[in-house]
């Protein structure tokens, strides 16, 4: 094992964003890492959190000793629930600091995630680099690769496109395979997605027809015993995307809505082809008032949000969790 | 509730001589913003530069309102507030998920504070 002070220098100046993917093998391995980095945060009178699963923090809290009183811990379980909000909630956290330097080790919790989701998190941990990259933020990301999910090789590929610096076994380097945010989001928004089935429910959207398109959602939703907070949020979130479709879109313009894997869908389909730049909607927008805060407010209130703009239209599918 | 399908999915802006003035009854979506705005124009916000309105009978808002209201806020003289009462718990709940601090210009009222 490398010495740790060759892991973590050259020491970076204030202002400075710095996002890193660790690969770890055993928790000898993790600690290696992520102590050092924690304690030099905590002496430097930083703000130290770690968000990481239950095990680790045990471990973390452990190997820290009295020094991981000055730690803020949080589960990463809890705190890793849905992209667009993780994102929001360290908006919220860089926000409260008053621009003190933040150092953070964070891990998520790959073994859980289903497809649809793992796809998502890959384009997180990338946007998260043209969220905060004005922030002095240093992250660790770390990455068991005994718990990384088999069915799912690309998490390692896409993890070396999303961080500037890779550590492996304690070393640090340059990571050439570093990909722009917009890329790698692009490149998640090409993953095959099934075509909505034959079988789904539709309706045509007319211009004034947004109440319609809510009723339409609703009888389905409920059919399908969806609770009121999901089905309040799910709402909001179709009427503002008929509602796009209605300003950028061509007509016909229709709703469909249909149940697989334990999830409701709901799909606005119109002849345009509009398409949102491919970061909007996932930034934390400053204000109600800023242009991407209605694509992001959808993102904030349905599991997942595919928009496709092919040759015969744009497409933009929510999933709700039933 | 039952809902009148003649007026099903508009939105009824009514005027007070009290406050607050403007009372909104109904659903507040992109194709219901000219009755607003149209009634907005009426109204003179206070010395402090308020405009109370009452939401308790507002069924449905959506992302496009929140939108309107702040840039309404901002666009006017950054000094123009609307102070909300009566928010229906819909309402709130939503307004808590995307975050108040993202709502500069929207206030909750003072009686209805929790």
Not at chain 1, 126 to 138: E, M, S, T, Y
Not at chain 1, 204 to 224: N, S, Y
Request: charged share 25%; hydrophobic share 40%; proline share 6%.
């Amino acid at each position: 094992m490398t010495g740790n002070t060759e892991t973590l220098s050259p020491a970076k100046g204030p202002g400075t964003y710095d996002h890193r993917a660790l690969f770890f093998e055993d928790e000898k391995d993790f600690l290696a890492t992520t102590v050092p980095f924690l304690q030099e945060g905590v002496e430097a009178d930083e703000v130290v959190m770690a968000v990481v699963t239950p095990d680790k923090i045990k471990l973390l809290q452990d190997a820290l000793g009295p020094i991981g009183q000055a730690v803020q811990f949080a589960d990463g379980t809890t705190w890793y629930q849905h992209p667009v909000q993780a994102m929001a909630a360290y908006d919220a956290f860089i926000k409260s600091q008053a621009l003190r330097p933040i150092r953070l080790v964070a891990e998520s919790n790959w073994e859980d995630r289903k497809a649809h989701e793992v796809v998502e998190w890959l384009r997180y941990d990338a946007i998260v680099n043209a969220a905060f990259r004005d922030n002095d933020v240093r992250c660790i990301c770390c990455f068991d690769r005994r718990a990384l999910h088999p069915d799912h090789p690309e998490i390692l590929e896409y993890a070396r496109y999303s961080h500037p610096e890779l550590m492996d076994a304690g070393i640090a380097r340059n990571n050439d395979e570093y990909l722009d945010p917009g890329s790698v989001s692009e490149r998640c928004d090409r993953q095959f997605i099934e075509p909505s089935p034959a079988s789904a429910a539709s309706m045509q959207i007319e211009p004034t027809g947004l109440h319609a398109v809510r009723d339409f959602v609703a009888q389905h939703a409920q059919r399908h015993h969806m609770a009121a907070k999901p089905l309040r949020d799910l709402i909001v979130a179709v009427t503002e995307v008929a509602s796009n479709a209605i300003r950028h879109g061509t007509a016909p313009i229709t709703v469909k809505v249909w149940t697989a894997d334990g999830g409701l869908f709901c799909e606005v389909v119109d002849a345009g082809q509009w398409h949102p730049d491919a970061l909007v909607g996932y930034l934390p927008p400053r204000s109600a008032a800023d242009p991407g805060f209605g694509l992001w407010g959808v993102r904030m209130l349905c599991d997942v949000v595919n928009v496709r703009a092919t040759s015969e239209g744009t497409t933009v599918r929510l999933r709700t969790q039933l | 509730m039952e809902v009148d399908q003649k007026v099903a999915g508009t939105l009824r802006v009514t005027r007070d001589t009290d406050l607050p003035e403007l009372r909104l009854e109904g659903e507040f979506d992109a194709t219901q913003r000219t009755p607003f705005l149209d009634a907005l124009a009426d109204v003179t916000p206070t010395a402090d530069g308020e405009i109370h309105l009452d939401l308790g009978r507002l069924r449905f808002l959506d992302l496009g309102a929140l939108n309107l209201l702040v840039r309404y806020a901002k666009e006017t003289d950054g000094k123009t507030r609307f102070v909300l009462h009566n928010i229906p718990p819909d309402v709130d709940g939503l307004i808590e998920s995307l975050g108040w601090e993202r709502m500069h210009g929207l206030l909750r009222a003072e009686e209805d504070d929790r």
